[in-house]
């Protein structure tokens, strides 16, 4: 079956340090990847997508991103964090590319970033 | 330049109502999927919509339907509304003419409470 995986439902970091939400992937073909957030009582805003090329994926507000094929992850990344970076996070692959209309996404669980001051 | 809007924010029911739930989409968008996002999970997809019919659905029962409509807003219907359909349900718009490398737009969700 397809599906992803956020193995963590909590990540706590202190303001400045770097940070690292996981996400793994078990899907058929080339999947294309997502990052969403998800702020309180509001929809996902796109942080950043993976469709192919360089591995290292730059996205909004300094976040990037990882693809390894190898170890089917798209592992969410930044340098130094910030209080206002707290959210919940949602990893996301769409299946069945090429045709938008008849695509879906899968999100994962979704994991829940705190940065303390 | 609007964004995906949904109405209502909120709304509360009672076991074995019906409810619609309404989504535009983005400007420029004509495919709206929704998805369901129960407390604490990620958002699972519900069905999606182009050209005016229901193209993918996900595992959800037939008390779920939909409609779209020429100006490719839609609606979303639930009959016999049970104690587990509480959730935020999300709308999301994307273009067919972009491909599907492109991300879909996301509303604010109607909150659905059911008593």
């Known amino acids: 079956a397809q599906s992803v995986a956020q193995p963590e439902d909590q990540v706590n970091v202190a303001e400045g340090n770097p940070l690292t939400v996981k996400c793994t992937y078990s899907?058929?073909?080339?999947?294309?990847l997502f990052w969403y957030v998800q702020y309180p009582n509001r929809g996902l805003q796109f942080l950043l997508k993976?469709?192919?090329?360089?591995?290292l994926v730059k996205g909004s507000y300094g976040f990037e991103a990882e693809f390894n094929k190898s170890q089917t992850s798209f592992h969410l990344k930044k340098p130094s964090a910030l209080v206002s970076d707290s959210a919940l996070y949602f990893c996301?692959?769409?299946?069945?590319?090429?045709?938008?209309?008849?695509?879906?996404?899968?999100f994962g669980s979704g994991t829940r970033l705190s940065i303390r001051p | 330049d609007a964004g995906v809007t949904q109405s209502p924010t909120h709304l509360i029911k009672t076991r074995g109502q019906q409810v619609t739930l309404r989504c535009s989409p983005k400007?420029?968008?004509?495919?709206v999927s929704w998805y369901q996002q129960a407390l604490g999970q990620g958002p699972q997809f519900i069905f999606q919509?182009?050209?005016?019919?229901?193209?993918q659905r996900g595992n959800f029962p037939d008390r779920f339907s939909g409609h779209q409509f020429p100006n490719y807003s839609s609606e979303l219907n639930v009959n016999a509304l049970l104690l587990g359909d509480s959730a935020l349900y999300l709308c999301?718009?994307?273009?067919?003419?972009?491909?599907?490398?492109?991300?879909?737009?996301f509303g604010d969700g109607t909150r659905l409470s059911i008593l």
């Open positions: 899907v058929s073909g080339n999947p294309y």
């Open positions: 993976y469709i192919t090329g360089d591995n």
């Open positions: 996301a692959v769409r299946l069945t590319p090429g045709y938008s209309s008849a695509s879906k996404i899968i």
């Open positions: 919509y182009y050209e005016e019919e229901e193209r």
């Open positions: 999301a718009s994307s273009s067919s003419q972009t491909g599907s490398n492109q991300p879909q737009h």
């Open positions: 400007s420029g968008h004509d495919t």
